[in-house]
């Protein structure tokens, strides 16, 4: 798309704060540099996105960082275990 209307901007910019404050990250991808200067135009606050060029390298990015969470996670159960199991008892 190399054109969007304002309230289009407005719209989808609404979606992707929605997505975060029911605890989600938001993945964009694709968006268009005249669809980046609208939205910048419009005052809409593009800073803390998360953007890749295209969906392909937006999901091998993010398949790669969770399957590096998870790998992590292991190692954060462990070390959470140990500090219940130090805590006196009263």
């Not at 190399?2 to 964009?28: N, W, Y």
Request: aromatic letters at 4%.
């Amino acid at each position: 798309m190399d054109v969007v209307e304002p309230a289009t901007a407005q719209h989808l910019f609404k979606i992707m704060r929605s997505v975060e404050l029911v605890g989600c990250k938001e993945l964009v991808s694709g968006i268009r540099p005249s669809v980046a200067k609208i939205m910048v135009e419009l005052g809409i606050e593009l800073s803390t996105l998360v953007t890749y060029p295209t969906l392909v390298e937006a999901l091998r990015r993010w398949i790669n960082r969770r399957a590096a969470a998870a790998v992590c996670r292991p190692q954060l159960r462990s070390a959470s275990l140990d500090l219940v199991k130090a805590r006196p008892t009263s």
